[in-house]
Each structure stands twice: as C-alpha cells, then as structure tokens.
C-alpha cells in the first residue's frame, strides 16, 4: 500500500514562532487531508489540498502532487496549536494516514 | 461542529460485557468509515460502507460488528472484547468513496476494557 511519511515526529516551539511540517507520500494519490488532533482527541480538518496552496488564517499548505510531498505551514503560533497533526492521502477512495507530528507550543 | 456526532464520547467495559458505538450524520454523505485509534499509532481503518454496503471489512476481529441501517447511521457493536481493543474510535463520513471527497470526522469516542 501506499506509505505515509510525516516529519519531524516531534517539534517543540516558542509561542509566536514559525514552522513548517511536512508530509512525503510514495505513490500518486487522488487528494490529501492535513487534520489537527487536540489533547482531547478531536481531529479536525484543517486542509483538503490535491495541489497547489491554500491558506486558513495563520495556517497555509502547499501540496506539490507530482513530487509527492505536502507541506503545513504555521505562522506566529500560539499555545492553542499544541497537540498531533496528521498528513492523510486519499487513494483508490481509501485514507492512509501518516504517524503524526506533535506539536508542543509553550508560552 | 463537523456534522459527525459520535455517542457516547466514553466508555468503561468489562471483557464480558456487550456495548454499541453510534455514529450519526448530519451532511447527506453516502460513505461512512469507522477508525481506530491506539495510543502512539496511526489511525487504522476498519470498516468501509457505501450507500449502506459494507465495501471494506481491514481484517478486524469478529468481535467488532458494524451495523449501517440507513445512510445516516453507523454503529459498531462490541462483544468479548480485550485490554488491547482499548483505543479512541473515530466514525467519519464523505459524500461518495470516489476520488477526491474528503472525510469529516466525529469527535471520537475513548474506550477502555478492563
């Protein structure tokens, strides 16, 4: 099957700071999901981004298809953006989700 | 508010004990999914419905048994279940299982078998 790789697994950042996630997939795919789970579980979507850039506040992505890789951008970070954040693709109608990033923002 | 509500948001049991899991949805979608979740894995997919039709069954032990009587409602019934089936299990739901749909997801529901 298709293989999910998401880095770094582990970031820890200043609130305020900026960062970049990214997510590396192996095989073409029909669309991509980036989601944030927050301490309590709940995963929320974020983005739906087959290609090109898409921007949500002080979070944007970028997803370039014919490399392969999706990239999650998070401006100005505040403690509210702590928990997991998980890249999935979408693929014969099926989402595959990579291993996650957690993110710890501290004030 | 996603439009997926899941109930009941925890839940206790014994290995002998019999529960259900609800998942309902508000979108109009016609596929829905139940996920699992253990702690510091992936999420996993267990099982797939389209238009009310199991399509995907992912090698899950038999003692989970989804039910979808309409395309609203999905259930996973739970019997004799183990300490390792402890995990958050996530319904959602997209319009279609075809290309390009997104799911959205419910807020989970955390079980824990003592």
């Known amino acids: 099957g298709i293989q999910v790789e998401q880095s770094p697994p582990d970031l820890i950042l200043q609130e305020g700071a900026n960062s970049t996630l990214r997510c590396n997939f192996s095989?073409?795919?029909?669309?991509l999901q980036w989601f944030h789970q927050n301490p309590w579980g709940q995963l929320i979507n974020l983005f739906y981004?087959?290609?090109g850039t898409k921007q949500n506040g002080r979070l944007s992505a970028t997803t370039v298809a014919t490399e392969r890789y999706s990239l999650l951008y998070i401006s100005s970070s505040q403690t509210t953006d702590s928990g997991v954040y998980f890249c999935?693709?979408?693929?014969?109608?099926?989402?595959?989700f990579g291993a996650g990033t957690q993110v710890v923002v501290t004030p | 508010e996603t439009g997926v509500t899941q109930t009941p948001r925890h839940l206790v049991m014994g290995m002998t004990n019999k529960k259900s899991l609800k998942c309902e949805q508000h979108?109009?979608?016609?596929?829905m999914y139940w996920y699992k979740q253990s702690a510091k894995k992936p999420l996993e997919l267990m099982f797939v419905?389209?238009?009310?039709?199991?399509?995907e069954n992912n090698s899950v032990p038999s003692r989970f048994s989804p039910e979808c009587p309409n395309s609203s409602h999905l259930f996973l019934h739970l019997h004799t279940l183990q300490p390792e089936d402890s995990a958050l299990y996530l319904c959602?739901?997209?319009?279609?299982?075809?290309?390009?749909?997104?799911?959205?997801f419910g807020d989970g529901t955390r079980l824990s078998i003592l």
């Open positions: 959602a739901s997209s319009q279609d299982m075809g290309a390009g749909q997104p799911q959205h």
């Open positions: 095989d073409s795919v029909n669309n």
């Open positions: 981004i087959p290609s």
């Open positions: 999935a693709v979408l693929s014969w109608g099926k989402l595959q």
């Open positions: 979108l109009g979608h016609n596929a």
């Open positions: 419905y389209s238009l009310e039709e199991r399509v």
